[in-house]
C-alpha cells in the first residue's frame, strides 16, 4: 500500500516536471471562453443538465447554419414531427422510419441524448386513425389495440435509441374549455374529448405499462403545457390535476418516470417568477419523478404575421425581447433549482422556422426562439447563458439520475 503510493508519488512528480511548461503555456491558452461565446451545452453541462431543441429534418438537411447550431449548441434533441403517429405510419400498417432514424444517427454521431416525442396523443393522427374514429368505424375496444400495438411496434424500434419517452401528451382539458372542471380530455364535442372517451380512464396507466414492457431503460414521461405553475388548487386548476393523476399512475405501481413542463409562454400573459415554477417542479419530483423543460419558447403578439418589429414602435420591441428573456430566465432558473430536472428543451431555436406563426395566427404571434430569423443573439439567449453561467452550488448542484420504474415482477 505503501509502496504504490510513493511510486505513484514519484510518477507524478517526473509528470509534472516534464510538463512544467506546457502546463503554463496552455493554462494561459485555455482560459476559458466567456459564456456567451460558448455553447449551450458546454454551459448546462457543468449542472449535469441536458439543453436540447426540436429538430426540423427538412431545415436541418437544407440549411447548414441550421444544421451547424443543432449539432454544436445542443446535448439532446427532440424530433419535431418525425416521430408522430401521423409521420411514422401515414398508411395503416406501413412504417415510415426513415427520417426518424436519421435524426437519431445524427445525435448519436454529436453525442446527444434523445428525447422520443410522442407516442400518446389525440393531435396528429394519421388520416385513416382520424377518420375511423369520426366516422365510428374504430370503436374504444379497437382504439386501445391499435394503440397498444403502436407504441409496442415504436418504441421497439426505438429501444436503446431514446433517454425519455412523452409516453402520453396533452391528456387532460384546459380550464378555457367546457366543462372548465379540469377533466381527461378536452373541450365538449372535441376530438380530444372523444379520443378520451373512447379510450376510457385506463388508458395512461396501459400506455406506460406496454411503453415499459418495450423498452426497459427509456425515461417514461407525462408532457403537458399550462403546467408551468399551480394555481388555486381548485377544480380549474390543469397543475393540480395532473399532480393527482400522476400521483395515482405513481401509487397504482405504473412505471411512469418523469413530469415533462412543455413551457410554451407568452408576453401577453404575463410572467410567473421564478419560486413559482421552481414550487411545481419540486412537487412532482417529490413523487419520485423527474422532471424535464420540454419545448420551451416565448412568443409575443406580431403588428402582422410577417412583421418581427412586432408592434408600434421600438420601445415596445424592446418591452417584449424583454419579457420573453424573463419567462426563458423564470423556466431556466427553476429548473435549475431542482436536481431532478435533467433536461431544458426549447422548441425550435431560431425565428426562422419557429412553429409559432404557423400555429397562433389570429392574432399573429412569433418571436419566440433564443435567435432571430438572421441567426442574431437575442435577449432571451444572452439571458439563459447568463443563468448557465452564474449558476453553482450550493444552491444549484449536479442532476441526480432516475432509475427508470420497473413493472412488478409476476
Ligand atoms: C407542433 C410542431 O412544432 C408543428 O410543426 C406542428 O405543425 C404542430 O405541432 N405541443 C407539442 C408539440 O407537444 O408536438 C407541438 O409541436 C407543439 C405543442
Known amino acids: 500500500m505503501r509502496f504504490r503510493r510513493l511510486i505513484n508519488a514519484s510518477v507524478l512528480a517526473v509528470v509534472a516536471v516534464g510538463s512544467l511548461s506546457t502546463v503554463a503555456a496552455s493554462a494561459h491558452d485555455a482560459r476559458p471562453s466567456k459564456p456567451q461565446d460558448q455553447s449551450l451545452r458546454a454551459l448546462a453541462a457543468k449542472h449535469g443538465l441536458y439543453f436540447g431543441t426540436a429538430v426540423d429534418p427538412a431545415a436541418y438537411a437544407a440549411d447548414s447554419t441550421y444544421k451547424t447550431m443543432v449539432d454544436s449548441q445542443f446535448s439532446t434533441v427532440t424530433a419535431e414531427n418525425a416521430m408522430k403517429w401521423e409521420s411514422l405510419e401515414p398508411t395503416r400498417g406501413t412504417y415510415n422510419w426513415g427520417p426518424a432514424d436519421a435524426l437519431i444517427d445524427n445525435a448519436v454521431r454529436n453525442r446527444q441524448l434523445v428525447r422520443g416525442h410522442v407516442l400518446v396523443w389525440h393531435s396528429q393522427l394519421p388520416g385513416w386513425l382520424n377518420d375511423g374514429i369520426n366516422d365510428g368505424t374504430i370503436d374504444g375496444p379497437q382504439l386501445r389495440a391499435l394503440l397498444k400495438k403502436h407504441i409496442t411496434d415504436v418504441v421497439t424500434h426505438f429501444k436503446g435509441r431514446i433517454w425519455q419517452w412523452d409516453v402520453v401528451n396533452e391528456a387532460v382539458s384546459d380550464p378555457w374549455e367546457t366543462p372548465s372542471a379540469i377533466h381527461l380530455g378536452g373541450n365538449a364535442g372535441s376530438f380530444k374529448q372523444k379520443f378520451a372517451d373512447l379510450?376510457?380512464?385506463?388508458?395512461?396507466?396501459?400506455?406506460?405499462?406496454?411503453?415499459?414492457?418495450?423498452?426497459?431503460?427509456?425515461?417514461?414521461?407525462?408532457?403537458?403545457?399550462?403546467?408551468?405553475?399551480?394555481?388555486?388548487?381548485?377544480?380549474?386548476?390543469?397543475?393540480?390535476?395532473?399532480?393527482?393523476?400522476?400521483?395515482?399512475?405513481?401509487?397504482?405501481?405504473?412505471?411512469?418516470?418523469?413530469?415533462?413542463?412543455?413551457?410554451?409562454?407568452?408576453?401577453?400573459?404575463?410572467?410567473?417568477?421564478?419560486?413559482?415554477?421552481?414550487?411545481?417542479?419540486?412537487?412532482?419530483?417529490?413523487?419520485?419523478?423527474?422532471?424535464?423543460?420540454?419545448?420551451?419558447?416565448?412568443?409575443?403578439?406580431?403588428?402582422?404575421?410577417?412583421?418581427?418589429?412586432?408592434?408600434?414602435?421600438?420601445?415596445?420591441?424592446?418591452?417584449?425581447?424583454?419579457?420573453?428573456?424573463?419567462?426563458?430566465?423564470?423556466?431556466?432558473?427553476?429548473?435549475?433549482?431542482?436536481?431532478?430536472?435533467?433536461?431544458?428543451?426549447?422548441?425550435?431555436?431560431?425565428?426562422?422556422?419557429?412553429?409559432?406563426?404557423?400555429?397562433?395566427?389570429?392574432?399573429?404571434?412569433?418571436?419566440?426562439?433564443?435567435?432571430?430569423?438572421?441567426?442574431?443573439?437575442?435577449?432571451?439567449?444572452?439571458?439563459?447563458?447568463?443563468?448557465?453561467?452564474?449558476?453553482?452550488?450550493?444552491?444549484?448542484?449536479?442532476r441526480i439520475p432516475q432509475a427508470p420504474r420497473q413493472l412488478p415482477r409476476r
Open 199 to 398: 379510450l376510457g380512464p385506463g388508458y395512461l396507466a396501459d400506455a406506460f405499462r406496454t411503453a415499459r414492457a418495450a423498452d426497459p431503460k427509456a425515461l417514461l414521461f407525462y408532457n403537458d403545457y399550462n403546467v408551468e405553475a399551480f394555481g388555486d388548487g381548485g377544480a380549474g386548476d390543469k397543475t393540480q390535476f395532473v399532480y393527482n393523476m400522476i400521483k395515482q399512475l405513481r401509487a397504482d405501481g405504473v412505471p411512469i418516470d418523469g413530469f415533462g413542463s412543455q413551457g410554451h409562454l407568452a408576453t401577453q400573459y404575463g410572467n410567473y417568477d421564478v419560486f413559482q415554477v421552481a414550487d411545481a417542479l419540486q412537487r412532482f419530483t417529490d413523487l419520485g419523478l423527474a422532471a424535464a423543460l420540454t419545448e420551451v419558447d416565448a412568443r409575443s403578439l406580431m403588428k402582422n404575421a410577417d412583421d418581427p418589429t412586432l408592434a408600434a414602435n421600438g420601445a415596445d420591441v424592446n418591452a417584449r425581447d424583454q419579457a420573453a428573456a424573463y419567462n426563458y430566465h423564470v423556466l431556466l432558473q427553476a429548473c435549475l433549482l431542482n436536481r431532478h430536472c435533467l433536461s431544458f428543451t426549447v422548441w425550435g431555436f431560431t425565428d426562422k422556422y419557429s412553429w409559432i406563426p404557423n400555429w397562433f395566427k389570429n392574432p399573429p404571434e412569433g418571436a419566440g426562439c433564443l435567435w432571430d430569423a438572421a441567426y442574431n443573439p437575442k435577449k432571451s439567449l444572452r439571458t439563459v447563458q447568463g443563468d448557465l453561467a452564474a449558476a453553482g452550488p450550493p444552491l444549484v448542484g449536479n
